[in-house]
């Protein structure tokens, strides 16, 4: 497998309502806009891009006139069809010819022969509308493959993988990505060698806020955000934070699997505003010693902050989820299935569970839509 240069690491981000106290972005769609170009060259098969844009468009018709009643309805419409054609899509000096017309599924599909290229278009059976793209059966799903950055990550291999995932305990995209990864690390188990970390943010968090007017000085800020005593702030709040804490020390005393079965839980039972209470009965239920965590959270919070704060500045983490596979910045899919195949693209040799298909646990997780992160 072919090593790849190291990329300096970087995160995108989007913007959610559901954080209005922050300043998140998002990234935007292409624009279309529409053809005002007049006559068109009825050429479909020239530029592919067409081709694709005028499937995505797929029930976009183009207006005939008046609908037919007739028992030569076939002639009637393709007829009416290769009028509007000539008259109207191909170059001017030029005609289409009618190749075949057939019935098919409730409309009639009409091959023109142009230029030499036979081109099928289709019609309603009224012969009201015509479309210059394939029809798309609702019934047959459409395989859209992979994203261009999942398809071109290529992890550096190394015998046993690294995955360092960095969230914000209560950010929906961050709990997206444990969603999607944690099938992957129980299928892969001691092959590879996952952490969870947390976006963590310095003094300058509560100066930018403040310089935004989003609060009136530092110290109201500090209060709802930080640390007491410190200058390590959460985007979601001083809650957040002591989650981030509560988490670290799960991962210093128990199991991952213990870990991973607190952490998928936690975010759907409890929120940033009542977690401080909220975590006890969700930890017992996995079988974690809620007094073995508030015991390193009283005498080990400021040092597990610290480390996870040098670890957000050497890898210049901003924004949640933020993924690492190998030291290698990734930012594809985050379905299992889009995980595993990262991930595995990272082994010197590959195991046997890379070639077996993993059961996708939460089908949301499929789309690298978004991150929670301050600007």
Not at 216 to 230: F, P, V
Request: net charge negative.
């Amino acid at each position: 497998m072919v090593r790849k240069d190291k990329h300096k690491h970087h995160t995108d981000s989007v913007k959610s309502d559901e954080h209005k106290d922050h300043a998140v972005t998002q990234s935007s769609d292409y624009e279309h806009k529409p053809d005002t170009s007049g006559k068109r060259d009825f050429n479909l098969w020239m530029p592919l891009a067409i081709i694709f844009a005028l499937l995505f468009i797929g029930a976009m018709g183009v207006l005939l006139s008046k609908p037919v009643e007739s028992d030569s309805a076939l002639d009637v419409i393709s007829e009416k069809v290769i009028d509007y054609v000539n008259n109207n899509l191909v170059e001017q000096g030029t005609k289409a010819t009618v190749k075949s017309v057939e019935q098919m599924n409730g409309i009639y599909k009409i091959v023109l022969t142009y230029q030499a290229q036979d081109i099928p278009v289709y019609t309603t059976t009224d012969g009201q509308y015509i479309f210059l793209s394939q029809p798309l059966n609702t019934s047959t799903p459409i395989d859209r493959g992979q994203s261009e950055t999942q398809k071109n990550f290529d992890a550096p291999d190394v015998e046993k993988p690294n995955v360092k995932l960095f969230v914000m305990s209560f950010c929906p995209y961050g709990h997206q990505a444990e969603k999607g990864i944690v099938p992957v690390i129980s299928f892969l188990k001691n092959k590879i060698n996952p952490e969870l970390h947390y976006v963590i943010y310095g003094k300058e968090y509560c100066n930018n806020l403040v310089s935004a007017g989003y609060y009136s000085d530092i110290e109201t800020c500090q209060a709802k955000n930080c640390m007491n005593g410190t200058s390590y702030c959460s985007m979601h709040g001083i809650s957040e934070l002591n989650e981030d804490v509560r988490q670290l020390c799960i991962t210093k005393i128990y199991s991952s699997d213990t870990l991973w079965s607190y952490v998928l839980q936690i975010a759907d039972r409890c929120s940033s505003v009542n977690v401080d209470t909220c975590w006890k009965p969700v930890a017992e239920s996995v079988g974690i010693d809620t007094d073995k965590i508030e015991q390193c959270f009283n005498t080990e919070a400021k040092m597990l902050i610290e480390s996870e704060a040098k670890l957000n500045e050497k890898y210049v983490v901003s924004g949640s989820p933020t993924i690492f596979i190998n030291e290698e910045p990734y930012e594809g899919s985050r379905s299992a299935d889009a995980f595993q195949q990262a991930i595995c693209s990272g082994f010197v040799t590959m195991p046997e569970e890379c070639s077996q298909q993993i059961q996708e646990s939460d089908p949301s997780t499929a789309a690298p839509s978004g991150g929670c992160e301050v600007q």
